[in-house]
């Protein structure tokens, strides 16, 4: 399949531009959008086959349900069959944004976008382009994260390049996603609800509005083997062709403890993930790479999965990232660090 590349400059959003991509998901045509998070691989939410074609685009398991992207909270009434007041609530002060809430579906909602699941996903999102996009179109865009299935989420045009370049009609170059993880999932079918993927809009957060708020535990403890409750969460995702490891503690026991394995893989090619305040400490890596300050963990999410990707490019055998605590977006961040590692992570240093 030839790809095509749009160019959009979100501060000059050409309607022509626009108009193009509408038409593309009228007639079922996979399209690559950004959006605040990441990229997402859309398509018409209720075009079935469309839809179908998503998850061959991606290699994604059909198992693994999708999120619908909706401009106006007025366009929700057709996809779910009931709205809880809370999930009113978190809809007025989070969206347009980060968040996703699963609902009850509607009958209109195919299996092949709720993955057979009575719920379905729906989100909101605050980037300008996807905006004008999602309005434009009027329809619920269904979007899985643009990568292949497995690898890192593409947080800039040339993630979604490498990856899905011949597999999908149309591109959307509209620079680097901000936020650079994806949106906090959180189930308001549940009571209480309980978050299912930690992400930009956290625990705490939440919490003023829902005080008895749930996490599912699978999503931040890597020793925890019970099924996650979210479909996505129980792949490897995120993961890198090294063998990756995380540390958890004090800076300098991370240091030392880092510094004394890399000593020990000579042999081996060795990324460091570190942080402004660490990189200097380090000796002996191939590449370290400074993900931002510990003071702006904002910086850090944004710039994990482009750090993931270079290891990728540089061939590295073994990563050894830091571990980061698991308060406000730090969840979300050790989240996505604890797959990348398959679960290995050494605490108490
Ligand atoms: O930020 C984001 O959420 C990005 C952008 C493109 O919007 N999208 C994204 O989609 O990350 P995806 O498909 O990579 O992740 C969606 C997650 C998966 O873990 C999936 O299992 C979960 O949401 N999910 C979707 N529908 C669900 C449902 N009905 N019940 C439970 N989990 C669901
Ligand atoms: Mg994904």
């Known amino acids: 399949m030839n790809t095509k590349i749009i160019k959009i400059d979100e501060n000059n959003i050409e309607k022509d531009k626009v108009k193009e991509i509408t038409k593309a998901f009228s007639d079922g045509k996979l399209v690559v959008i950004p959006t605040e ?32 992207h909706i401009a106006d909270v007025e366009q929700i009434d057709e996809l779910v069959s009931e709205i809880p007041q809370v999930a009113k609530d978190c809809m007025e002060m989070f969206w347009p944004g980060p968040l996703t809430m699963i609902l009850k579906k509607s009958d209109k909602m195919s299996d092949v976008v709720t993955a057979g699941l009575d719920t379905v996903a729906i989100r909101m999102p605050s980037h ?3 905006r004008e996009i999602l309005k434009d179109c009027k329809l619920p865009i269904a979007a899985p994260s643009a990568n292949l299935s497995g690898r890192p989420s593409p947080t800039a045009f040339k993630h979604v390049d490498e990856d899905l370049n011949n597999k999908v009609d149309i591109i959307v170059d509209g620079g680097t996603s901000n936020v650079g993880i994806e949106s906090t999932v959180i189930d308001m079918t549940s009571n209480p609800p309980m978050i299912l993927r930690p992400g930009y809009v956290t ?14 535990n699978t999503t931040i403890d890597a020793k925890d083997k019970t099924v996650p409750k979210s479909p996505g969460q129980k792949y490897k995702h995120y993961a890198p062709k090294a063998d990756a490891y995380c540390f958890v503690g004090n800076l300098e026991g991370v240091v030392k403890e880092v510094n004394k394995r890399v000593k020990e893989n000579e042999d081996k ?22 993900l931002g300050s510990r003071e702006n ?53």
């Open 269 to 290: 090619k060795i990324a460091i993930l570190a942080t402004a305040e660490t990189k200097d400490g380090y000796e002996g890596a191939d590449l370290v790479i400074d």
């Open 203 to 216: 625990y705490e957060d939440l919490k003023v509005l829902i005080p008895d708020l749930a996490v599912d």
């Open 297 to 349: 963990m904002q910086e850090i999410a944004h710039n994990l999965f482009e750090a993931l990707r270079k290891c990728d490019t540089e061939d590295i055998e073994i990563i050894y990232a830091e571990g980061f605590d698991f308060r406000g977006i730090g969840a979300g961040i050790m989240n996505r660090l604890l797959k990348a590692c398959g679960g290995k992570i050494v605490f108490g240093l």
């Open 37 to 68: 998070t990441v990229y997402g691989l859309g398509a018409n939410g209720f075009d079935e086959e469309a839809c179908k074609n998503i998850f061959k685009a991606k290699g994604r398991p059909m198992d693994n349900p999708l999120i619908l």
């Open 128 to 130: 300008k382009i996807a």
